[in-house]
């Protein structure tokens, strides 16, 4: 059995999908399953000038999964290729490069890879499942902590916002778990409206939520976006069957280059504090991490 043979053997036995690379002839051999998966013929001669022959975009791809295959020696990488249909597969990947008795000439090139979509996409979703509140489908804690200590090396200017509903504990003891987890809910919903992309929504527990604004232009954007959610949550959320509107107090702080994310949460806090204070439903903005613009004398 030649080494070829073997290859197609073991592809065909293992599931693998193996390549083998002749950097002297430079002609790379594909196992069948392996030129399959990659769009690409069995053989490729003149592989370093192969891209300039290909045409369709899924050859392309399939080749530049083959460089970086072939780029690192006896490294375990996981590679992925997206599909015209955007569907993404991840594969596992190792090479090895077999040198001349000198160890100075690389003879060789010779890999395998294997498709573990599934168990990544398991993976995947159980990370999203940990770092996501079961009953509203935003970050959960942990998640939000972790999010924002990242987002704060950036120095960007930002806003963190704490919104808690007005006297939650009356809409459970008054219409019953059920109507307050319709609330939170909806709270949601409302949120994702008024937010862009790049923000983020928290729930830090209860009926507390809220809200990670990255590279916010001032503290005047931050009030006036809570003062469009507290006026938006009374008119578009009620409960029970005397339809009670609801109301939400907020408090927030803009971020400062030494922030972490628990002096961020300890002045929002306090802010959220002062709105309850002065009658609920309220929004307060605490701006001590602002700098202000220079004026334009122009």
């Known amino acids: 059995m030649n080494q070829w043979d073997f290859f197609l053997w073991m592809s065909h036995t293992a599931g693998f999908f193996v390549f083998d690379y002749d950097p002297i002839s430079d002609k790379m051999h594909l196992s069948p399953s392996c030129a399959s998966v990659l769009h690409l013929p069995e053989t490729i001669p003149t592989f370093r000038t192969a891209s300039k022959r290909l045409h369709t975009p899924l050859e392309k791809i399939g080749l530049h999964f083959l460089v970086q295959a072939i780029q690192k020696n006896d490294i375990t990488q996981e590679l992925c290729l997206t599909y015209a249909n955007n569907r993404t597969c991840f594969y596992r990947v190792n090479s090895h490069r077999f040198y001349d008795q000198n160890h100075l000439k690389v003879l060789r090139i010779t890999g395998f890879f294997s498709d573990v979509t599934a168990n990544t996409v398991k993976e995947q979703q159980l990370e999203q499942k940990a770092a996501t509140d079961q009953l509203t489908g935003v970050y959960n804690r942990g998640a939000i902590h972790d999010l924002i200590q990242i987002a704060l090396k950036k120095g960007i200017p930002s806003a963190f916002i704490m919104l808690d509903i007005d006297y939650f504990k009356t809409i459970?003891?008054?219409?019953?778990?059920?109507?307050?987890?319709?609330?939170?809910?909806?709270?949601?919903?409302?949120?994702?409206?008024?937010?862009?992309?790049?923000?983020?929504?928290?729930?830090?527990?209860?009926?507390?939520?809220?809200?990670?604004?990255?590279?916010?232009?001032?503290?005047?954007?931050?009030?006036?976006?809570?003062?469009?959610?507290?006026?938006?949550?009374?008119?578009?959320?009620?409960?029970?069957?005397?339809?009670?509107?609801?109301?939400?107090?907020?408090?927030?702080?803009?971020?400062?280059?030494?922030d972490t994310f628990t002096s961020l949460y300890s002045r929002a806090d306090n802010a959220l504090y002062q709105s309850k204070r002065q009658g609920r439903n309220k929004v307060t903005i605490d701006d001590c991490g602002l700098t202000p613009k220079e004026p334009d004398n122009n």
Request: charged share 20%.
């Open 172 to 258: 459970n003891d008054s219409s019953g778990h059920q109507a307050g987890d319709k609330v939170l809910q909806d709270i949601v919903q409302i949120l994702r409206e008024h937010i862009r992309h790049t923000d983020i929504i928290g729930r830090m527990g209860g009926d507390e939520f809220c809200l990670y604004l990255p590279n916010i232009p001032s503290k005047d954007y931050a009030q006036r976006l809570c003062e469009r959610i507290c006026d938006t949550v009374p008119s578009a959320i009620h409960y029970g069957p005397q339809e009670h509107p609801v109301t939400m107090s907020v408090g927030g702080t803009i971020s400062h280059p030494q």
